[in-house]
């Protein structure tokens, strides 16, 4: 094709925007032609056809002039072009219009069917845009072929749109609840709106730091905690949104929830008064797909003339949702319909299960065509939802803000509670208000069951495993047992059923295959793959592969366990599927069961799609005591110490050995974290060994060799077996006091401060005369780590908020009005981990608790009666951060990406102290003294110093009083430049956030 030449066609009055355009052609090695190149005394019209007609393309450039001009000029250009058009083979790219400015494309006839204002064109406005529409036109000029023009469709009427909507409407309407004993077998359908709670995210995508506490200050004027919640559905102002969360967080139903909304918004006028639709952007269109039902499209779909020639290519998404109006709901819309509602705009485009795909590739090759149709539709608003093992490295989409689902409140809980009663007995609300007391203390009777209300589908099997049974189980893996076991019972009820156990036998080996399918792991089947699958449990009858097919229509009919989709066949969720792998794994030999488990490279065991059957797995063999489990763990040790390598794709980095082991600990942290109902812990000694060896990770040349999504996940695994660092936790000869390690820091004079015209440098860092200013520092001892979540968890299950003598006058104040018992967050999981920065904290409870560990010093005879754990001094904790030398970063004046928690890492959580050893402040260091970890990073740190907003006013260091608080060393949220051993931070005493920890000094 770069052999002819391509012709620009414009207006005069557009002269200096296409002498740009060819400039920018030429630039990308293409050959251009513009009537620039007419010699004085040529034909010029024969030259014009003679151009035309040697061309490859013609881009027509169109703009409110070009109209303004249209009889001469660029539209009789387009003519002549037009019948060249015609003499080339539909589909090849030719004819191209080029937009300057907004502007209409005018209707001119091609052939028969086709009109110039129906082909695919390209935008080289606003300029912000340009970049995007340039590389489009190149590459078409280049031979990569525009989308191939949509078949021929009737304009949509609005009989088309409603009908849409409605069957939307209809699918998203209800939320199913399996197994429900109310008088059938099949699933009891509650309407969506009146069961769904909102879900929350942990910050803000995007918000800035100056956001959260303008915030946090409007909501807590008052003295309240905490930042008001974010819900999912405020974030659709943004147009580009990864939500991520855990099995059974809420997903799925989100989705559902917010499409419904939607739909309503669109149908009935009356609908934006429901609070849930209050945020949403108005008469936005809503598309919502499962991913795992795209990618099969893609892989079934042949070659035909009409579909997407590359697997990543945006034009599948307008493909597949036609192919889904043949069989499904929208009957007989068109590719054309859902191409022209994404091309026009204001659409939601919701995209589920990116996480469901397979395998890696799979869902990198996803992640890229979602990257392309948000490039090409981008005046479409796109939510994609993930598991968080799955959203890494490849996967990720660039441009896109993510959201971490939050696991519910103790709030939700009991709205979720109220509503599910309030539909059981919707015609008795005083049995309503007492089954739901009934199950909240149910819910509150065990820690273990506690933490499983949080997640959102645990919690709703927890309620129909309480309704069915009275009771309830104690560990996740009986709680599937329990739901599965109900739900299987439904289908004896029917005569000609099997039994439950053959149910559940059948459906394992169908879970099994499906988890272990040559393709990589399955989500959905076709009926007859799945039939195949299990026709051995059936060799009794005559036609076994008919009798599977029967028996997995009953299922899907009877119990729901499975449910179809057109041709195919799923789990109602995939924790179903998983567990159901689990559940046969756990009756396989060893010698059968660990070669499933170990294979592959890497280990099945490790990737992504195997965790949750992991974990399950280790439940279930737990049923009958500890052996089996204990021999499962011998197995992952046996077959981790008895190899020497790993792949190098797998690690990069030249020393597979630490590695190996972190991801390892990792997981078994994970299996012991399920596993702690029953306080269970490796029998096999090797685990000690590996947790010992992991350590590792927090030196600088081990940290250096392993990934830092290794080391985070193996840290924490640590953290729940017992982190056995110094400073971490709890002394061993003082059951209950924290373990602080001391580091000694000199006294002398620290230049306070940056100076004026310093990059990244604020007014409220500079001393007199825009210079730092010159403080003394006597010497003094402080904590290595902020105080731990282990150190801090004494002092909440003591008598740490109930004894008026550890809290300020005023903090004792705030505490018995907000009725605070514990830090914001401490029962959220994902926070509360052993070695982890206590968070949440405000200054009145950081100050509580040095007074409290002061007092518990003093009682044991280990701190003089004159001494005192405090907080540092804003000028201590600047001193020991950044030393005589005034580095500008604890480890010295270089930014590092891996020296600290910062915005840097992508990780948007805190990390285990001491995590980031490269940044360590060691300059008063000796040989083999400890040194200050997280100075940088990780959370802001109380000073016991109020705000000054310049240090030309003298610091106050007085503990009583409300005036607001310094805070230093910037978070996990905090880019480099709010992490510099002299940026300030400031809050109100009763504030606390996800970011915000204390360390202590001596």
Known sequence: MNAKHVF????????????????????????VWWDQEIRPGEDWKLTIRTAMKNSSAVVLCLSQEAQQCATTGIYPEALDAITLYRLHRPGEVFLIPVRLSDCEIPPIELDDLRYLDRLQWVDLFPEKQRPKGLAKLIAALKGEPLPPLPPPARPDSDDDVRRYLTDLKKETAFIKIRGLQVGTGRAYRVPIDRLYISLTTTGEPGRTEADEHAAMRGADRAGGEGRPDIYLQDLLGRDRLVIIGDPGAGKTTFLQRLAYALCQMRLEPTAADDPFCRSLPKGEFPILVRLSDLLRCIQRTPRAADAPSRDDAYAWL??????????????????????RRLEE???????????EA?????????????EHAAQQYDRCRFVVTSRPPAYTEGTVLPDFIHARIDPLSDQAVEQFLSCWCDVLYSDHPTAAVEHARELMRALELRPEIREMVHNPVMLTSLAVVHWNETRLPEQRADLYESIITWLSRSREQRPGRLSAERTVAHLGQLALKMQ??????????????????????????????????????DEELDSGIVVGRGADLRFWHLTFQEYLAAKVISGLRDKNRDPLL??????????????????????????????????????????LFGIDDLAPEDHPHDEPALGAQARCLGLLGAVLRDLSPFDYQPADERYRRLKNNVLGIFQPEGAARVP??????????????????????LMTDYHGIPDILWCDIPGGTLQMGSYAGEVGARD???????????????????AAYPVTCAQFRPFVEGDGYSNPAYWPQAGWQWRESAKRTQPYVWDDPRWNIENFPVVGVSWYEAAAWCRWYTARLQELGLLDSDGEIRLPTEAEWEWAAQGPDGHRYPQGDAWRDDACNSQATGLKRTTAVGLFPAGAARWFAGPDGPVCHDFAGNVWEWCGTKWRESYAQSPDESVEGTTARILRGGSFWNDQSRVRCVSRNWLSPWDGLRGWGFRCVQ
Request: proline residues 8%; charged residues 25%; negative net charge.
């Open 8 to 31: 620009l066609s414009y207006c005069r009055d557009n002269a200096a925007e296409v002498a740009r355009l060819r400039d920018e052609l030429v630039a990308a090695g293409l050959k």
């Open 318 to 339: 307008a493909y597949h949702l036609a192919e889904s109006s043949r069989n499904d709901y929208f009957r007989g819309l068109s590719r054309e319909f859902f191409h």
């Open 345 to 355: 705009g204001r659409c939601v485009v919701m995209l589920d299960g990116l996480d």
């Open 358 to 370: 397979p395998d890696r590739p799979s869902r990198e090759m996803l992640s890229r065509l979602i």
């Open 516 to 553: 272990c399918h040559p393709q990589g792991r399955q989500i959905q089947v076709s009926q007859d793959w799945a039939a195949e699958a299990i026709r051995d449990g059936f060799a009794d009858r005559p036609d076994p592969f008919e009798a599977a097919k029967s028996f997995l229509h």
């Open 598 to 639: 170990l294979g592959g490279q890497p280990p099945r065991l490790y990737q992504p799609e195997w965790r949750e059957v992991v974990l399950l797995l280790a439940g279930i063999l737990y049923g009958p005591g500890p052996d089996r489990v204990d021999g499962l763990v011998e197995a992952i040790l046996e077959h």
């Open 708 to 729: 830092l999504q290794l080391r985070t996940v193996a840290a924490e695994a640590l953290g729940r077996a017992g982190d056995p660092r110094s400073g971490v936790g």
């Open 764 to 782: 409220e860092e500079l001393g007199p005369g825009g210079k730092p200013l010159p403080v003394p520092v006597s010497g003094f001892r402080i």
